[in-house]
Each structure stands twice: as C-alpha cells, then as structure tokens.
C-alpha cells in the first residue's frame, strides 16, 4: 500500500460555523436529509423486486418507475430491444446519492436521528437484495438495482445509450452509498450488501476478456460506470478481500492509462464526466498496489484539464463533452460546466493533493467548491414540497453572456451530486500528518485537533475577509513541537502578513505556496495570516481579451439580460502587478460586496458566482480599450487596432506585470515607437503617453508630479509616417467568434500627423477574400457566407500606403438535422442525421421519454409503448446557431403504423 503523504480529518472531527457563507445551503440540505421518506426512495427497487411499495411515490424525474410493461428480466429473458418497452433506466442512482448524503451529514452533525435513518435505508435495501436472490432469475444472489440484470448483459453486447442507460453508473451509486454507511456509521449490513454485489460484478466481468471490456467503457454513456474502480478498491479493504483489486483493474481504460504520463490527448469531444470518477478509482488504485502508473496517469490527465479547459468558476465541459486542448474562449456555448464533473474535478483535486502536496490543487479546490459548488444550490430558502422534496441545485452553471442557472434537478446526475456537495463542506478545510496540520481554505469553522490535543478556532469572514485568524483553545496540552502550516493563496496581492499573539513572524509568504511555523503550541495561541486581495481581471487561456473579473477568491459575474458580450475598458486599469485599479482597495470592495451584495462598476452591477441568485449574468467580459490609458488616467489617445489586430495596450501588457516603474517605462517607449512607426501614433500623441505612462505610479489612478522637461524616452525620428486604415464591423460576433448575423464592414483611414488633412486626400481601397481590389465608397454588407480575409489599403497624395487585414467569419444559418426510422416491429431504431456547409456541425442533441436532453452518438432504439412517444431533437453548428427543436413521433401501440 502506498499511503498519501496527509490525510483528511474525519467529518466529524471539523464543525463549520453557523456564520460561513456555507453553513446557508449546508442547512437546506441537512432539512432535505432529514424530512425525506426512505419509502419514496425504495419505491423503485420494491416494485423491482415484486415487493409493497407501501403506496410510495419515487422522487420523479429520471428516478422514477419503469415503462409499465417492463419487467425484471434477467440476461436470458430479456426479449430484445425490438419488444423490451422500458423506461428512466437510471434509476436507483439518486437513491445511492441520498444514501451517502445521510452518512455524511450522520457523522458531520453527529446525529443519532441521521444515523438510524442511514440504518432504515440499508435494511431496506438488503430486503430488496434478498427478494431478488430469492427468485433465482439472475446470475448471482449478489444482484441488486431498480431494475433487471439485462441492461449489464446488453452493454456487454455493445447496446448503445437508448436502449440501455449507464447500468455500472448506477451500481457505483449504489455500492458508493453502501460503503459510505459503514465507514461513516459503522453499518455492517450495509458492507454486506456491498461485498456481495461485489462478487456478483466480479461474476460478470471475469468472464470478458480485456478487449470486450475495453469497447464497453468506450461507450457514450452506455459504457458510463462512475468510479467503479474506486469503489472496487475501497472494497477490497472494507470487507478484506483482494479479489476486489482485480475486479477494479477490469474497469481500467487503457487508453486514458496511456495518455496522461505521455500527454497525448485523450480528451477532445469525450464526455467529461464519464471519465472523471475513474482518475480518482486510479488513484485509489494507486494506494493500494503502489503502481505508480495509476497516479501518473491521473496527474497527466488532470493537467489536461487545468487550466486549459476550466472556466472561470472551476467548471468544464460544453454540452458534458470536453473541447479541443487549451480551449476556453472557445468552447463557450450554451450548456457549459456540468456540475457532477465539478463534484469529481474536487475529489479528484484533495486525493492528488494528498499525495503532491502540491498548493495548485488546493487553489483549484477553494476557486471551485466557492465559485461553482456554493454557487450551483438557489440563495433562497425553499419552503413547502420544495424544500421538502428538492435539493434545489443546478445541473449546467452556463457561462455564456446573459446566462441563467436553473434549480431543482430533483432525480438527476447533478441532483444527486448534489445531495451530496452541501453537507460535506469541511472536508478538505483542514488535512493532517504526524506532527503536522496543514490549513487548506480559510473557511470558518472548528478543528478537534486530537493529536496536539487542542481545539483550533478558524475565523476569515472568507470570502469577504483578508485575514485568517487560528485559535488554539483546550487543556494543557504536550510539550511536542508541532508544524502548522497555512496555504497563501494563488490569488493574494500585495504583502501578506504573518503574526504570532500580535508579533510578526519572519516567515516566506509566496502566493500559491503553503508556509509552516514549528513550535510548542499552547492553548491561547493566535496565528493570524492577513492576504490582502485585490481586483483582477483572469483572461481566458486562447483569448486574452475574454476575461472574467475575480476579487480575491470571488468570481463576480456582470449582471445584465444582455446576450452578447460585454466590454470594459480592462488594460488601462492595470497597476504594475496586473490588479485593476478602480479607486477603492480591494478591502474597501470586500466591504461593500459584504454590506451590499454586489458591487458597481462602470454603472454595470456585479454579484458573486457563489450568491445562488436567479438573475442574467456574464461570467466574461470582453477587454476593449478604446483609449490609451495608465492606471485608468485616459491620455486622450485613441488605441488604435493594427494591421494584426492587437493595439497599443494589448502589446504592453502582453508581458503580464512590471517589476519596476523603470522597466515599465522602458516597455511603453519601445512598444510606441512600434506603433508610431505603422501609422497608428502621431507625434503629439506620442509624447501625451509618453507623459501619461510617466505619472502612472503603477498603483494607485492619482497622477505623480512631473517637472517639466522631466520626460525622456528613446524615440525614433521617422519623419512624414504612413496613413492608417481601419477596419470597422458595425455588428458584433458570437462568443464563438462566427458572425450569426451578416456584418457591415467599414473602412476608415486617418493620418496621425495631420489630423485636419482626411478625407478626399486618402485613397481607401477593400478586398475580400484575395479578390479584386476596390475603391471603397461606403459600408459594405458581407451577406456571404464563409470564413473571409478582408484587406484593407489606404494612400495619400504622396503614395505612402498603410495597411491591414482581418478574418471575418460569417454563418448566419443553423444546420438542419432529420431523422432515420427503422421499424423493427416492436421498436424503432432512430439515426438522426445533421449538416451545415459553413461552419459545420457542432453536435445533435436529443430527448425522449425518461431521458436526457444529450448529445447524439449513435443509432438508438425506442420500444413501441401504449402511448405514442414524442422524440426531440436540435443540431447546433460551431458557429453558435441552433436549429429550433424538431419533433419525431413514434406511434403507440394503438396508432397507424
């Protein structure tokens, strides 16, 4: 076994304050834990196993009963997916969900009311378990679910998703619940069940060679298993059984073992979070056979995911599939980040931590379960059914301009997900090694540190404070030295402090980085770190104009109904170490988003992502300087766009911060110069940013005192320069860059040093796409469509010419899709087809009855039923169009054929 190098403290040994941000959605979800009925959670496996449902209903939605004509067939029953009349074939995984949900919040809140009620569930579920055995009908007593063995018989057969639905998915749910109530509340009956529907996967997969089970795990969604490796090995433990670790190595993906040690990717257009639970199986995996592959590999892959395809909150993915590599701007659409692939991007986070120590992971942790997690359950209290009956949580966290989070997701992944984010807070806030305690987020709560034999009192206020404050109370304890070491976030501007009982501690505080103090610790001692945070604007990693605002650890999010881009004059707000200067420190904006709850900026109001509110907002903003400005001091200079389409700014902080007033001088006169000589700078605008960029102190937006004559910077004599061009479109694009609707291009040319002498004495000229060249004459309208370069050529009277160019994208119509029926005589087998000459095809999606709207793979097929079946489905291009919704309807059993 190879242990990580620090471990967790139990759920029990942390208390999170009733005033932490968290402790709001915490309690929503402890009321949800305690009031809901176990028999609406059973009601699907009871009717399942031919036992009293008890009049219960299920929670709805995708955990809901079967098609009423289905039965639980085994794999030598089932009639075939051309008879076979099924329905929410994934259900019984929201009720593995709830399950860990009540162990957790059991031994969190120390509850003996949770822990009986985690008791009750486990028996019911054995009872199912024993009916099941007890029929003879499946292929070892050690079978349970909410529906028949015939879903993993055909996923072997390769049966794709809409005949089948992820039936390991389910399983891990399952045995992740059962393995949940023992180690949380020491349930027996529940390492039963689990060890016995482990021998029974055992049972199944042994008999598959290596090859078949590798087709079966490359499934979409069909071959979903959740982290069936994880669960395996935790297993193998628990009920101290080795075979165990064989049956997790079937679930093995090679390719993804292959991939992350060698960076090859893997990861383009596969969906996201059917692969993310089983990097955290590998490195369980790892901790158990010491394989070194198994942690290599989940290392590789995670740093194909961060940063390169993680939105501002922590969240991944468009549509739950992930985009090309180091893509962000991007893969901006309309169904971004699913919040399940968050839930495993965090668990997956503190396991790699726990064997790196390496602070990128916990900074990844506080951005994500702050930002998106907090962020994905509804501010305001729920009362009646849906308090009672609803998690309230979001299944996608878009992040698209005038977007909005949509609550509820009773019976879903990401309902079920989250059942469990919100009483689990404080598992990562503090972890421990002998000797050793490690502060990971400054999240407000109580640690029984029993080791040191003390109490340790955190207070931040976080996110809206700048200081972390540990107190020490208890008996006398040992006289033991002992390290305390605090995680310095990635985010912290200026100097942080560190104290000890209100003297200053020499000690290195580098961002991104932990720092440690060894002594004696006595009760009464009071360690304070102060992190001073400031206003930052984070470019996307393949845009840096698409920026997402942060104040210190707190994504704020524009609100607004807008649905294109904003823009915000961001580079000529810059202070040297990259902050955002605004008037107000970054502690004066903490106290105004505290008392407010939002705060203002350039008369645009911005909220906190982690809020749960219900308006419009803009996670990006698009960085436009139409004036050269230093310290947001405009000069009067316009920043021009040139030949390349960067501008002045663009260039100067293109080196990210300055370390001096003189390095940053020297940057300013060198890019002008470049500047000057393409046209763009005329010799009284020279010298005004030269005089501007001299009073920036780079740091506060107040002018410093210059003498005059005090000025000087290495310029260029270039005599008459050239005339300027621009090219201007009137409209503005999609956040896929494609213009959606037919742009206007407009050209207009200046001379920089003679500002009167324009118009007739400059020649403009246009081409498109490497045609002919021609006078222009006015606003030109680009109706075609296609990807166009357009150039742009101005003259004056002496001949001097200037130049430049630009791509214009231009897909103005949505693909069209149709849709292929084979009818099989019980069934129908569905192919849906799409096309778009421009841009080309993004995606198809699709929904039916008891599914999903998902992405389109392949071929599916629909068992005829009672009732006829309405079958939707919509193809999007990369441009960002989207056909409106068709509707396929599949005749009932009583209907023409």
Request: hydrophobic residues 40%.
């Amino acid at each position: 076994m190879t242990a990580p190098s620090v471990r967790p403290f139990g759920l029990d040994a942390v208390r999170l304050d009733d005033g932490s941000v968290f402790a709001r959605v915490r309690n929503e979800l402890l009321h949800l834990a305690r009031v809901y009925p176990l028999d609406r959670l059973l009601a699907v496996f009871r009717r399942n196993a031919g036992l009293d449902t008890r009049g219960a209903l299920p929670p709805g939605t995708w955990e809901d009963f079967g098609h009423p004509n289905e039965e639980a067939w085994s794999e030598g029953d089932y009639p075939g997916r051309e008879f076979a009349q099924t329905a929410n074939l994934l259900r019984g995984h929201y009720a593995g969900h709830f399950l860990s949900m009540l162990a957790m919040a059991a031994a969190g809140e120390r509850d003996g009311s949770l822990s009986a009620k985690v008791d009750d569930f486990v028996a019911g579920l054995g009872e199912v378990q024993t009916a099941l055995a007890a029929t003879g009908r499946y292929s070892h007593p050690g079978f349970l679910a909410a529906y028949g063995e015939w879903q993993f018989s055909r996923l072997e057969d390769f049966a794709p998703y809409g005949e089948i639905w992820a039936p390991y998915y389910t399983c891990h749910k399952l045995m992740a619940g059962l393995l949940d109530a023992f180690e949380l509340t020491g349930n027996n009956q529940a390492l039963d069940i689990a060890t016995a529907m482990g021998h029974w996967v055992h049972h199944r997969l042994s008999r598959l060679d290596s090859e078949r089970r590798q087709r079966m795990w490359e499934l979409y969604i069909a071959g979903e298993f959740g982290g069936m490796n994880e669960t395996m090995t935790r297993l193998s433990t628990a009920a101290a059984q080795p075979q165990f670790l064989e049956t997790a190595s079937f679930f093995d993906q090679q390719n993804l073992l292959d991939a992350g040690p060698s960076g090859t990717d893997a990861l383009t257009d596969v969906h996201a979070n059917q692969h993310l639970p089983q990097l955290i199986g590998y490195v369980e995996e790892y901790e158990r056979t010491g394989e070194r592959r198994y942690l290599d590999a989940s290392i590789g892959i995670w740093d194909q995911i961060v940063p390169g395809r993680i939105y501002a909150h922590g969240g991944t993915g468009e549509s739950e599939l992930w985009g090309p590599p180091e893509t962000v701007a991007g893969d901006v659409g309309h169904r971004n980040a699913e919040t399940c692939a968050s839930y495993n991007l965090l668990k997956l986070a503190r396991k790699l931590f726990g064997h790196t120590l390496d602070a990128r992971y916990m900074d990844y942790y506080e951005r994500t379960v702050l930002n998106h997690i907090l962020g994905s359950r509804k501010d305001t209290r729920s009362t009646g059914p849906l308090r009672d009956g609803s998690p309230e949580v979001t299944y996608m966290f878009p992040v698209h301009p005038g977007a909005l989070r949509e609550y509820d997701n009773v019976g879903t992944c990401c309902g079920g997900t989250g059942l469990e984010n919100h009483v689990k807070y404080q598992d990562s806030i503090y972890f421990q090694a002998p000797g050793e305690l490690y502060v990971n987020l400054a999240i407000d709560s109580e640690l029984d540190w029993e080791e040191a034999g003390l109490r340790v009192n955190l207070e931040s206020g976080f996110p809206l404070g700048d200081q972390l404050t540990l107190r020490l109370e208890g008996p006398e304890p040992d006289s033991v030295e002992r390290t305390i070491r605090l995680r310095v976030p990635a985010w912290a501007a200026g100097e942080p402090e560190l104290r000890l009982n209100g003297e200053p501690v020499k000690s290195t505080l580098v961002p991104g980085e932990y720092t440690a103090l060894t002594r004696a610790w006595r009760p009464g001692d009071e360690l304070r770190l102060t992190v001073p945070a400031a206003l930052r604007a984070e470019a996307t990693i393949d845009d840096p104009r698409q920026c997402a605002l942060m104040l210190g650890a707190t994504l704020l999010l524009a609100r607004s109904d807008a649905t294109t881009a904003f823009s915000f004059p961001l580079a000529g707000r810059r202070a040297f170490d990259g902050s955002l200067i605004t008037g107000r420190t970054g502690a004066e904006l903490l106290a105004e988003l505290a008392r407010e709850g939002t705060i203002e900026l350039d008369g645009v109001r911005f909220e906190p992502s982690w809020s749960g509110a219900e308006s419009k907002y803009h996670m990006y903003v698009r960085s436009d300087d139409a004036e050269i400005a230093f310290g947001g001091v405009g000069t009067g200079v316009p920043n021009r766009v040139r030949a390349g389409g960067g501008t002045f700014v663009d260039e100067l902080w293109s080196v990210g911060t300055f370390i001096d007033r003189e390095t940053f001088l020297d940057r300013v006169a060198a890019v002008a110069n470049r500047v000057r000589s393409e046209g763009l700078l005329g010799r009284g605008e020279l010298a005004a940013v030269l005089v501007g960029a001299a009073g920036f102190d780079g740091a506060t937006p107040d002018p410093l005192p210059l003498a005059p004559g005090t000025v000087s910077a290495p310029t260029t004599d270039l005599g008459r320069v050239p005339p300027a061009v621009a090219i201007e479109i009137l409209e503005d694009p999609a956040p896929s860059g494609w213009f959606t609707t037919a742009p206007t291009v407009c050209l207009r040319g200046f001379d920089v040093d003679e500002p009167s002498d324009q118009g007739e004495q400059l020649r403009l000229e246009l081409r498109v796409s490497g045609g002919e060249w021609t006078p222009y004459e006015g606003p030109v309208p680009l109706s075609v469509e296609g990807v166009h370069h357009i150039e742009a050529r101005v003259s004056d009277a002496e001949g001097r010419t200037g130049m430049t160019s630009r791509e214009v994208s231009v897909d103005t119509s949505a693909p069209l899709s149709r849709a292929t029926v084979k009818d099989l005589g019980a069934s129908f087998e569905i192919t849906l087809h799409a096309a778009d000459d421009v841009s080309g095809v993004e995606r198809i999606q699709w929904e039916g009855p008891g599914t999903f709207w998902g992405t389109f793979q392949e071929a599916f097929v629909r068992a005829i039923g009672d009732e006829p079946q309405v079958i939707e489905f919509a193809a999007t291009d990369r441009a960002g169009n989207e056909e409106p919704r068709q509707r396929l309807v599949l005749p009932g059993s009583d209907g023409s054929r």
